[in-house]
């Protein structure tokens, strides 16, 4: 019985590597993979689109790590240096704990800045209900409630973008039962 059960299993993983070898020649003969920018790239690639859309001042994404501590993994700021902001240390210790906020509450968080019709913008990044990190806007004008969609959209692709990077930095021999795991072989699959 116990052979057989192991000889099951063999089996599933041996069509789950087979599936994962075609998908990535595949992948591979197209060129489509030597195309695609770095994770960087992408994530920078999406602030200056929504700079195009929002008026932005800044725009931070954090990734976030096992512990919920928070890394930059990609910054946009313009260019004009506002003489207001002159002390940036509590600029940014107040921007964390908006983003510590919003991973906790799993919700966009808006604070309106005594600076006038400036507001800053912390946005939730999940994936597939797991948290991957934070975007955190400052925007030369007060929050609009239409822009929720929008800032959804986007929040869900860059946490997709920061799954994907998180899973290919990941040894996929990191343990030595993660070769003979199933579910191990079917995260690999989702992440071609």
Request: glycine share 6%.
């Amino acid at each position: 019985g116990i052979i057989s059960l192991s000889l099951v299993q063999v089996n599933r993983l041996w069509q789950g590597d087979r599936t994962l070898t075609g998908r990535l020649l595949n992948r591979v003969t197209e060129k489509s993979i030597l195309k695609t920018p770095a994770a960087n790239g992408r994530l920078m690639s999406g602030l200056k689109l929504l700079q195009t859309m929002l008026p932005l001042q800044e725009a931070v994404v954090y990734q976030g790590d096992n512990l919920q501590n928070l890394h930059i993994a990609a910054r946009l700021k313009t260019s004009s240096d506002d003489p207001k902001t002159s002390n940036r240390n509590s600029l940014w210790r107040e921007g964390i704990n908006l983003c510590q906020r919003a991973m906790v509450t799993r919700d966009l968080v808006v604070q309106s800045t005594a600076d006038g019709p400036t507001s800053i913008v912390a946005v939730p990044l999940t994936h597939e209900d797991e948290p991957a990190g934070t975007l955190l806007l400052r925007l030369n004008s007060s929050f609009n409630d239409d822009d929720r969609p929008l800032l959804a959209a986007v929040g869900s692709q860059f946490a997709r973008n920061l799954k994907r990077e998180s899973a290919s930095k990941q040894s996929s021999l990191s343990s030595l039962f993660g070769f003979f795991s199933y579910s191990a072989a079917r995260k690999k699959l989702d992440a071609a």
